[in-house]
Nanobody, 123 residues
Framework: EVQLVESGGGLVQPGGSLRLSCAAS????????MSWVRQAPGKGPEWVSRINSGGSNTYYADSVKGRFTISRDNAKNKLYLQMNSLKPEDTAVYYC????????????????WGQGTQVTVSS
């Protein structure tokens, strides 16, 4: 079944950068849109970014636009999120997620998220 394993999170100062990675298996990675979703403690999930199957089209939440870059390497079954100019409000657990086929704009089903990686932005 779908398996997604995030890595690359950590503690960073405001203005710093992190690069998250996601290793995918159990499905045809190159056939699916993929997303990054984040969730802060006690808050609901927030969609962050989405990329089409071929990697040519990307979409971002207004809160991260201009600072984050989503990319993928289909030959390696890998998804990435480059995060620059990080702010304290970016602090959250970040999840890699496979996007559903019926509605690419919908929040991905929680069953198709990874385990998450913690990103903490603090001075």
């Amino acid at each position: 079944e779908v398996q997604l394993v995030e890595s690359g999170g950590g503690l960073v100062q405001p203005g710093g950068s992190l690069r998250l990675s996601c290793a995918a298996s159990g499905f045809t990675f190159g056939s699916f849109y993929m997303s990054w979703v984040r969730q802060a403690p006690g808050k609901g999930p927030e969609w962050v970014s989405r990329i089409n199957s071929g990697g040519s089209n990307t979409y971002y939440a207004d809160s991260v636009k201009g600072r984050f870059t989503i990319s993928r390497d289909n030959a390696k079954n890998k998804l990435y999120l480059q995060m620059n100019s990080l702010k304290p409000e970016d602090t959250a657990v970040y999840y890699c997620a496979r996007v559903g086929l019926l509605n690419i704009l919908a929040m991905p089903d929680r069953r198709n998220w990874g385990q998450g990686t913690q990103v903490t932005v603090s001075s």
